[in-house]
């Protein structure tokens, strides 16, 4: 049961860098989501989308960018990397539809210097 | 926006006392869903509420949801050092915004 599978689970980028961290879901969820979250502070969403080809932004998208190509997979790119970007990054899906539950990933941790 | 704001932020209890957290939004919702986070770990879904006043225990667990559907609250009965973590409600909408969250540690 793979669920949503996130990669890399650990990076170090320098900064001005770019890179693309992977997200990938089997569970045929229309809905997906990017969140990242500070040590010690809760979850803040990046980018999210409703189904292949919809992305949308969310509380702090700057610095970002998303796309949905397949139902499957939700990439989130960093665009020239800030040390303001270290923190942790969870892909989260879920099924359309009011109440469903979200089901995250394990997480990437990111580190900027 | 669309804040949904939680207190306490910290709450720190020896094991064996109570805790409880709130959860408030500027804006009424159709329901919420709490959430769990492990030190470490990803947020797992705990429990959705749907209807006003609602409530339901999951064994230690208390969860209500408020009259007017702005609020909602999470309470522990004597806790136990496996409830350590971060407690979050969520709203969920299609952009599922999370609460600030309460992070509970519990001391032996």
């Known amino acids: 049961n793979a669920g949503v599978t996130q990669t890399p689970k650990f990076r170090i980028l320098k900064i001005g860098q770019s890179m693309t961290l992977q997200c990938t879901q089997d569970?045929?969820?229309?809905?997906m989501y990017w969140y990242r979250q500070d040590p010690g502070m809760g979850l803040k969403l990046i980018y999210y989308?409703?189904?292949?080809?919809?992305?949308d932004k969310g509380e702090v998208p700057n610095g970002y960018n998303v796309s949905r190509s397949t139902t499957e997979d939700f990439p989130l790119r960093l665009e020239l990397a800030a040390p303001s970007q270290t923190s942790v990054y969870f892909c989260?899906?879920?099924?359309?539809?009011?109440?469903?539950?979200?089901?995250f990933g394990e997480g990437s941790w990111l580190t900027v210097v | 926006g669309q804040q949904v704001m939680q207190i306490p932020q910290y709450q720190h209890v020896q094991e064996g006392e109570d805790f409880t957290t709130y959860c408030n939004s500027s804006?009424?919702?159709?329901?919420i869903q709490w959430y769990k986070q492990r030190p470490g770990g990803h947020p797992v879904f705990l429990i959705q509420?749907?209807?006003?006043?609602e409530v339901k225990k999951q064994k230690r667990l208390t969860f209500q949801f408020g009259e007017a559907k702005k609020n909602s609250s999470l309470h522990i009965t004597a806790t136990q050092t496996t409830d350590v973590g971060t407690y979050f409600c969520?709203?969920?909408?299609?952009?599922?915004?999370f609460g600030t969250g309460t992070r509970l540690q519990v001391f032996p």
């Open positions: 989260a899906s879920r099924k359309q539809g009011v109440g469903n539950t979200i089901y």
């Open positions: 569970m045929n969820h229309n809905y």
């Open positions: 989308s409703v189904g292949a080809g919809i992305t």
């Open positions: 804006t009424t919702l159709s329901n």
């Open positions: 509420l749907v209807k006003s006043g």
């Open positions: 969520a709203r969920t909408t299609d952009k599922f915004i």
